[in-house]
């Protein structure tokens, strides 16, 4: 067969697939699903990812999936969600993993590593190392389904009433920390609560804590932190990237159809794409407005450094320790680190 001859059965052949493809979707039933942000809409990056993947998902489908995004705390409070898309009470949720990570302590892992990978070897692990594949098996047990579907660069260090210039002034502090980076400050001394997205000003402002992390400065400049804290640290240790999913309940997932259900997942991760991208000049105006307001752009000695290091350390030993899940998925991802390290270090 000549070639051109075979480029035309080919494109025919695909055509033909394809046709067939979308005559399945038509017939399929719409899915109708009812989302709950664990952060305002108006967000940069973490809401305003779940609004561009609500629109963009909307459209994608054709009305084959009518996504209803409902704003943080309408109808569940943030850090409710899972338990609401465990239950049914909400078809899915979009948050983060750090917001349970008391009931299933491997999530941490999933949504911002200590000294972890930045955003490219983050996705690399959970889509060709594994990680995935981890991550929807403990969420299995509890009958909910997780798709990664927001991605954040390098966070800042976190907002503090006073200056940290060593170790000894982190003690007694009362700080608002999440996830596995809480655990590490409290081996570095201080009292560590986990605070939702909104709750955190009215704390720091009454002075309930003493400082606190929350996300990148383009986030926090729309929080207003700056307005009440001028001592701002960089860079963000305890969360090189993060990671925010949109967690579906299980029954609702399998009632839809494979092509529904890869929709969701392409959507997401041209969500991550779009979120990456898209503060980036954002986070630069953040800082500059940052300075402007008086407030002081600081790093954080060595010594606080190499204090956080060595805590991380000894807290992966005792999580591994206490959690099968946990040693799985922090094996597999020092695996997958260690195979890309050649590399990486001359990136």
């Excluded at 490219?120 to 990664?148: F, H, K, S």
Aim: with cysteine.
């Amino acid at each position: 067969m000549r070639s051109s001859a075979f480029l035309r059965s080919l494109a025919l052949g695909a055509a033909a697939a394809l046709g067939a493809t979308f005559a399945g979707a038509a017939q399929a039933d719409t899915a109708n699903l009812t989302v709950q942000s664990a952060w305002p809409l108006t967000l940069p990056a973490s809401g305003r990812d779940a609004q561009h993947f609500s629109d963009a998902i909307n459209k994608a489908s054709d009305g084959q999936i009518k996504v209803r995004l409902m704003n943080a705390g309408a109808l569940v409070p943030s850090l409710e969600i899972f338990d609401a898309v465990r239950n049914g009470t909400l078809d899915a949720g979009y948050t983060s993993p750090l917001y349970v990570a008391g009931k299933f302590p491997a999530v941490q892992l999933f949504g911002g590593v200590p000294f972890g990978p930045d955003a490219m070897g983050y996705v690399g692990w959970i889509y060709n190392g594994g990680g995935l594949d981890i991550w929807r098996e403990i969420y299995a047990e509890q009958g909910v389904v997780t798709v990664p579907c927001g991605l954040m660069a390098q966070e800042a260090g976190g907002w503090y009433k006073t200056e940290i210039n060593s170790v000894e002034d982190l003690k007694g502090l009362k700080l608002r920390f999440a996830g596995l980076a809480g655990e590490v400050m409290k081996k570095m001394g201080a009292s560590v609560v986990l605070l939702s997205g909104g709750d955190i000003f009215p704390n720091l402002e009454r002075g309930v804590i003493d400082g606190t992390e929350f996300s990148m400065p383009a986030i926090d400049k729309q929080i207003g932190f700056d307005q009440i804290v001028k001592n701002y640290y960089l860079p963000g240790w305890h969360q090189p990237a993060a990671i925010n999913e949109l967690i579906i309940n299980k029954a609702k997932w399998d009632s839809m159809t494979e092509g529904q259900q890869g929709l969701i997942e392409l959507t997401c991760r041209e969500t991550m794409l779009w979120g990456l991208t898209s503060t980036y000049v954002e986070n630069a105006q953040a800082i500059d407005a940052f300075k402007a307001n008086g407030v002081e752009i600081r790093q954080f000695p060595e010594e606080v450094l190499a204090g956080f290091q060595t805590a991380t350390d000894e807290v992966m030993q005792e999580q591994s320790a206490k959690d099968e899940n946990f040693a799985r998925a922090w094996n597999s991802l020092q695996a997958y680190r260690d195979s890309a390290a050649s590399w990486a270090a001359v990136q």
